[in-house]
């Protein structure tokens, strides 16, 4: 069972911008869904994409957050713009179809 692999966290200051890697060997097709987890809470669905490339996010990130996928290739990216303190946590990358979870990055919104 192939891992998936995020890279691309970091700090940001409130209202800035980063981008998220997720790359998953062998996994063209497949859906695949970004959560995230902060200190001392329940790990959240961020948001999801479908192979036909349709994307579906979580209220709270909607309109600030993109998922795309690299063409022809097992990446997906997501774009956090807008970024706010209650962004802050580890973000993970998931694959459904194989529950193949990554290692998570962290990401800090912070002053």
């Known amino acids: 069972q192939v891992q998936p692999v995020e890279t691309g966290g970091g700090l940001v200051q409130p209202g800035g911008s980063l981008r998220l890697s997720c790359a998953a060997s062998?996994?063209?097709?497949?859906?695949m869904n970004w959560y995230r987890q902060a200190p001392g809470k329940e790990r959240e669905w961020v948001g999801g994409?479908?192979?036909?490339?349709?994307?579906k996010f979580a209220d709270s990130v909607k309109g600030r957050f993109t998922i795309s996928r690299e063409r022809a290739k097992p990446t997906i990216y997501l774009q956090m713009n807008s970024l706010k303190p209650e962004d802050t946590g580890v973000y993970y990358c998931?694959?459904?179809?194989?529950?193949?979870w990554g290692q998570g990055t962290q990401v800090t919104v912070s002053s």
């Open positions: 994409i479908e192979p036909n490339g349709y994307t």
């Open positions: 998931n694959v459904p179809r194989t529950n193949s």
């Open positions: 062998g996994m063209i097709r497949d859906a």
